[in-house]
Every structure is written in C-alpha cells, then in structure tokens.
C-alpha cells in the first residue's frame, strides 16, 4: 500500500503534461502510486502518458474513450486510490521536488488537520498566492479558500463521510467540493509555494459561462448550512445579488442598503430609518 495517491485528471494536455508528470515521478518522496485519467483528449495527452506509465510501475493510467467532465473524473480517481494520503496534480501545473515530502510530514505531525493545502508560484509571472491559514466555514462564503492543484488530504475522512465531487459541474467542482469538506474537518494552508500553477486563458475557470452560476449555488448552500433564518443569513452575507432572466442584476443587496441595477441606492438604513433613494423617509425600524 502506497502511502500517498497522487491523482492526475488530463484532458488534451500535451502541451505541458510530460513536464508535469515529471515533476511527480522526481519527488524527493517516493512513497506513492500515481493515477492519470485521459479524459476523451483529442490530442496526443494519452500517447505521452503510456509512455511513462511503461517505464514507471507507480503510474496506473486509465484513458477514457469519451470525455465525461472534470468532476466524474474527479471522482473515478477518488475511487480507485488506496493511499493513506491524497493529493492533486493538475496536468499543468509542477509540483516543486520537496513537495510530497513537506505535506506528509505536516499530516504525520498534526493529526487533528484532515486538508492541508499550500501557496502556489504562478507561471509566468512568479507571483505568489496565498489563502488564509486556517479557513473556516464562512470564509468559503465569500470564495474558495484551499488551492486544490496544491492540496493533500487524509483519505478515510473524505470517506467516513462520503464526500464526492458533483459530476453535474463541469468548474467550480473543486469550489463545491471544499465547502462541504470544510464542515467536518479541519484546514490547514502553508505559507510556503509548493507548487508551480500555471495561469492560461484557456482554463476551464476562464471560459465557462457556469462559473459565476455555480459560485452563486454554492455560496447559497454555505448560507443554507449556517442557518435557515432568513435574517440571519442577511447579517451574514456581505451582499448577494438578484437576477433578472438569471443574467440581469436587478437588485444588489447589503447589510445596510439595496441598489437598483446594481449601483443606484434605492434603499437605505441611517440609524433606525430607511431611506428611500437615501433621501426620503420611508420607515422606521423597531417602531
């Protein structure tokens, strides 16, 4: 039994996938199977994954014949790794050499972390990304708060609870899935780059109109598992919009104040009256 699972979604990545799986094949911890699915590319991804798989033992490689989408992919991996330990590489993205090694030994030392994720080094450009530290529930309101390409995870949590990606989502899985991770268990995100991410135009984040759809679901349903009181869920939620054939922002509402279209005040609080227009009194709270 291997102690990690690397898993490795591909889809039409000859451009990078060999200096990516590189990457892995060359850890300073060796420990480890490494699980690929070519995902229905139409290019050469699966050739140049059967080669390293022929001369590599670790490298267990599954090609689908028809794309089925990142987040079944997701969890076919999932579900074939055996490893005490999970962890991600995307395949275009370089896992720096002492990767593996550092997330094992964080995990071995701190038993009460299930999630530990760490900066990532963008390609081009070297800039650093960082989340919070300790992410907590809340915090994944307002955006994703674990870099998946960079994360390891204890494997048994993730299945004590039956925890899976939503096949239906084709971005944003990984928003999904950490938002119900976060509940259970706990996070932790190191201050060091582990891992080099590249940024492309062409990624599925950049170019799939669901996107902005899928967040707004998600975020509803951080809200909906932190309480079911409407005003409650007003208090928390720093502004959420209402939308108009689900693309035209009619309404924006704040704590304090509701904008027509999205920046015209139409209604506002000043102490314990609201406004209308910011102006004109309209009501008297409490009274």
Same mark, same amino acid.
């Given at each position: 039994?291997?102690r990690?699972?690397?898993?490795?979604?591909?889809?039409?990545?000859?451009?990078?996938?060999?200096?990516?799986?590189? !990457?892995?094949? $060359?850890?300073?911890?060796?420990?480890?199977?490494?699980?690929?699915?070519? /995902?229905?590319?139409? /290019?050469?991804?699966?050739?140049?994954?059967?080669? @390293?798989?022929?001369?590599?033992?670790?490298?267990?490689?599954?090609?689908?014949?028809?794309?089925?989408?990142?987040?079944?992919?997701?969890?076919m991996?999932?579900d074939?790794?055996?490893?005490?330990?999970?962890a991600?590489?995307?395949?275009?993205?370089?896992?720096?050499?002492?990767?593996l090694?550092?997330?094992?030994?964080?995990?071995?030392?701190?038993?009460d972390?299930?999630?530990?994720?760490?900066?990532?080094?963008?390609?081009?450009?070297?800039?650093?990304?960082?989340?919070?530290?300790?992410?907590?529930?809340?915090? =994944? @309101?307002?955006?994703?708060?674990?870099?998946?390409?960079?994360?390891?995870?204890?494997?048994?949590?993730?299945n004590?609870?039956?925890?899976?990606?939503?096949?239906?989502?084709?971005?944003?899985?990984? @928003? /999904?899935?950490?938002?119900?991770?976060?509940?259970? =268990?706990?996070?932790?995100?190191?201050d060091?780059?582990?891992?080099?991410?590249?940024?492309?135009?062409? !990624?599925?984040?950049?170019?799939?109109?669901?996107?902005?759809?899928?967040d707004?679901?998600?975020?509803?349903?951080?809200? $909906?598992?932190?309480?079911?009181?409407?005003?409650?869920?007003?208090?928390?939620?720093?502004?959420?919009?209402?939308?108009? =054939?689900?693309?035209?922002?009619? =309404?924006?509402?704040?704590?304090?104040?509701? @904008?027509?279209?999205?920046?015209i005040?139409?209604?506002g609080?000043?102490?314990?009256?609201?406004?209308?227009?910011?102006?004109i009194?309209?009501?008297?709270?409490?009274?």
């Open positions: 039994m291997p990690v699972s690397v898993l490795m979604p591909a889809y039409n990545a000859e451009k990078y996938i060999a200096e990516s799986i590189e !990457s892995i094949l $060359n850890q300073t911890f060796s420990d480890f199977e490494f699980i690929i699915i070519n /995902d229905g590319s139409h /290019d050469n991804t699966a050739q140049i994954v059967k080669k @390293y798989a022929a001369h590599d033992s670790r490298i267990k490689f599954v090609d689908n014949a028809h794309n089925s989408g990142v987040g079944v992919v997701r969890n991996l999932l074939m790794a055996v490893g005490e330990f999970v991600y590489q995307d395949a275009d993205d370089i896992s720096f050499p002492h990767r090694q550092t997330m094992v030994e964080f995990l071995d030392a701190h038993p972390i299930t999630v530990v994720g760490s900066a990532l080094k963008t390609m081009p450009g070297n800039k650093i990304i960082k989340c919070p530290k300790c992410p907590k529930i809340l915090d =994944f @309101y307002v955006a994703n708060h674990i870099a998946n390409p960079s994360v390891m995870f204890r494997r048994a949590d993730i004590k609870h039956g925890i899976r990606y939503n096949p239906s989502y084709t971005t944003a899985e990984d @928003y /999904d899935f950490w938002t119900r991770v976060v509940r259970y =268990f706990n996070v932790f995100n190191l060091d780059a582990l891992v080099h991410y590249r940024e492309q135009a062409t !990624s599925l984040s950049h170019n799939n109109p669901q996107m902005e759809r899928n707004k679901i998600i975020q509803s349903g951080v809200l $909906n598992f932190l309480t079911s009181n409407p005003r409650l869920q007003m208090m928390i939620a720093p502004c959420h919009r209402i939308y108009l =054939f689900g693309i035209l922002p009619v =309404f924006k509402i704040k704590r304090t104040r509701i @904008y027509l279209f999205d920046f005040p139409l209604v609080l000043r102490g314990n009256w609201w406004y209308l227009f910011d102006v009194p309209l009501y008297k709270q409490g009274a």
